[in-house]
């Protein structure tokens, strides 16, 4: 996000080389476009799900990579807002890291509705009592607030920067990034939220369904709070991956130190709201309604998804990462910042999947989903598409400014 | 949008007297045929298949000669307090009529988000998961006023809404502002052989309905949702009425009795 006059010119890998790193994962991404055209043209019957499981895997990935990507907003906000000055090293590469998984997750959405043409209709028709109504608009807007925020990466670049007009749109940009910021915080804020309420306020689902405040779930401001502590985790682990592949420096070693403790610290105030939260459901919300704690627990999705939500990627990545030795310590900043992300994914997958899993009717049974290699496709497709824009970001543009300083 | 416990003068509902109810599928036949709901050459996989209304056999567990069982027929519960699925729904495809209280779906706003169908705590939303087609002699008896709905979107029993538009307009056709008792009937009402189905206003003491949900047979399903459903069942048999309500706290767990073959 340098709005320096002089770019540096930074040592790059050779074109064969890296078209080659390209072609596997534009190889990935066919597969998945073939994924797609199946579905749009032959309809969801392409998918594993059913009746019972009307979210599948899809819906899984757009929670996390939703969750994941607040690392940008929330840099954005540290940086811009609270002065958090360090961030400046990789504002700009959490800032696309947010964008890839904003659009993955839109485009996926896309694939996931059964009426593509149609997804207007939550615009044109909105129902305003609806959680989704509001993450619809809030995903919506935050990616044009990313792409403004993309866009002085952009004009970086030393040939774009040579027409007059983009250059100075760029730089006018920069200089008011702070509204911007803001603006993403707030969006980001409620749509992060009302993903949790999406799944809390489902007063018919008792796995899911919450008490809360007002009209927000308590699930509302746990996904705010575990999306802001995964989401710098992905942001260390790519900035991380990158240095490594690369096999240069990006940013001062202590940056990610920082942001991982920040991350842990997040994550230790999320978990134990979690607990308190899982109590209360527990021993008061769900008996309420009928349901024995137990009775959620079904294999294959037992007692392991809590368990591991909590310990194996809640209470040990966080003690890793708070530990100043381990998080300054390669190995152990990846594994800490790994399972805190895993741990959000299992639990977005935990209200997607198992939610659906557990029958509240009584006649009915415990049912279990497999999704198809169609849905892996485009999984795998919407992984793909983040890791080649980030490979093109990085070769083009100049997302991390002390690149050159630290290599010199 | 608003579904908060209204105080409409009309509020059709349904009782369905299980003790009557032999389980012949009559009712979702002529659902079926009323509403054009597609099918499929293999109907195997139940997990897909459209059925607006749905049979569940369910059998206390014990050892003859306590060996019972009942049929529960499930139509929409047409919920009357904060409607699950009208609450979530983000393009307003499924509607509440005030005056009513009819819950139905509009199936060309639909964008197939399914997200009603994971509110929805009785399983009665069906999403389309394929073209609906019908064997060319078939299409000739589909009822021409009820639009079959396309691949892509969520569809589910509205009580034969489309009934009720006739009634008026046969009503108004007539001179009359408002419906007599017997006007409008669903097709799974009428098809009901052994007339174990009622349907009428729940509080116009002029119909049947109104009287039988006071019943102490009378209980609803999953009551403790507080969805306050419209569809009423009637039952002497305790452990029907408690397996219904998922009752495994407070009392001893439904299937747990069942296992154990307790017949109340």
């Known amino acids: ?408 | 949008m608003s579904t908060e416990s209204p105080q409409q003068s009309v509020r059709y509902g349904m009782v369905i007297d299980l003790d009557k109810c032999t389980g012949c599928g009559n009712c979702a036949v002529a659902c079926h045929m009323e509403n054009n709901v597609p099918f499929r050459t293999d109907e195997s996989d139940k997990s897909r298949n459209m059925a607006w209304l749905r049979i569940y056999k369910v059998k206390n567990g014990a050892e003859y000669p306590h060996a019972r069982v009942a049929y529960i027929p499930r139509p929409c519960m047409q919920c009357d307090r904060h409607t699950p699925c009208v609450s979530v729904c983000p393009a307003s495809a499924t509607n509440y009529d005030k005056s009513t209280g009819l819950v139905d779906q509009i199936n060309t706003r639909c964008i197939g988000c399914r997200y009603c169908m994971a509110a929805c705590p009785y399983m009665v939303r069906c999403f389309n998961w394929w073209d609906p087609a019908w064997p060319a002699d078939a299409e000739k008896y589909l009822n021409p006023d009820v639009a079959p709905r396309m691949r892509g979107v969520v569809e589910k029993c509205t009580f034969c809404s489309h009934r009720y538009i006739q009634a008026k307009n046969r009503a108004r056709q007539e001179g009359r502002n408002y419906l007599e008792k017997g006007d409008y009937i669903p097709a799974c009402v009428e098809a009901c052989p052994v007339e174990a189905m009622h349907f009428g206003d729940l509080n116009d003491p002029e119909y049947e309905v109104a009287h039988l949900i006071k019943s102490p047979r009378a209980f609803r399903l999953l009551e403790r949702l507080h969805t306050e459903p419209k569809v009423y069942y009637l039952s002497s048999h305790e452990w029907v009425r408690r397996w219904a309500d998922n009752d495994a706290v407070n009392t001893q767990s439904a299937y747990s009795q069942q296992r154990q073959g307790v017949e109340s």
Not at chain 1, 66 to 75: D, K, M, V
Not at chain 1, 342 to 347: A, F, K, T, W
Not at chain 1, 367 to 396: M, N
């Open chain 1, 1 to 408: 996000m340098s709005s320096q006059t002089d770019m540096p010119t930074l040592q790059r890998c050779s074109a064969p080389k890296f078209l080659l790193w390209l072609s596997f994962w534009v190889l990935l991404l066919l597969w998945g476009a073939y994924g797609a055209f199946l579905c749009l043209y032959k309809g969801l019957n392409q998918t594993g799900m059913n009746n019972y499981f009307v979210f599948g895997v899809w819906i899984t990935v757009d929670l996390a990579i939703i969750a994941l990507g607040a690392g940008a907003f929330f840099s954005g906000f540290l940086f811009y807002v609270l002065r958090f000055n360090f961030l400046k090293e990789l504002i700009g590469a959490a800032v696309v890291v947010g964008f890839i998984c904003y659009s993955g997750a839109i485009g996926m959405l896309t694939i996931d509705i059964g009426q593509p043409l149609r997804g207007y209709f939550s615009f044109w028709h909105a129902n305003v009592h609806s959680m989704l109504t509001e993450v619809i608009f809030c995903i919506t807007l935050y990616l044009f607030v990313l792409t403004i925020e993309f866009v002085p990466l952009i004009t970086e670049n030393r040939r774009i920067r040579e027409m007059p007009f983009l250059r100075h749109l760029g730089e006018n940009l920069h200089g008011i990034m702070v509204v911007f910021a803001l603006v993403g915080t707030f969006l980001s804020f409620f749509h992060q939220g009302s993903l949790g309420g999406m799944f809390g306020t489902l007063f018919a689902r008792p796995f899911s369904y919450r008490t809360g405040v007002a009209i927000w779930p308590w699930t509302f401001f746990l996904f705010i709070l575990s999306a802001i502590a995964a989401g710098p985790a992905l942001t260390t682990l790519v900035v991380w991956a990158t240095q490594k592949i690369t096999r240069r420096r990006l940013v001062n070693r202590p940056t990610l130190s920082r942001l991982a403790k920040l991350s842990a610290i997040l994550l230790v105030i999320y978990l134990v709201l979690k607990a308190a939260d899982t109590i209360y459901w527990a021993n008061f919300t769900a008996p309420e309604m009928g349901f024995r704690f137990t009775d959620f627990y079904k294999s294959p999705y037992g007692m392991w998804l809590l368990f591991g939500e909590f310990y194996l990627f809640g209470l040990v990545p966080a003690i890793i990462l708070l530990i100043p030795r381990a998080r300054d310590n390669d190995f152990w900043l990846v594994i800490g910042c790994l399972f805190t992300c895993m741990g959000i994914v299992l639990n977005r997958f935990s209200f997607t999947i198992q939610t659906l899993a557990v029958p509240v009717m009584p006649f009915e049974k415990f049912v279990v989903y497999s999704p198809t290699w169609q849905e892996w496709s485009i999984v795998a497709a919407v992984i793909s598409y983040g890791v080649i824009l980030f490979s093109l970001a990085y070769r083009y543009l100049h997302l991390f400014p002390r690149e050159a300083e630290l290599n010199g």
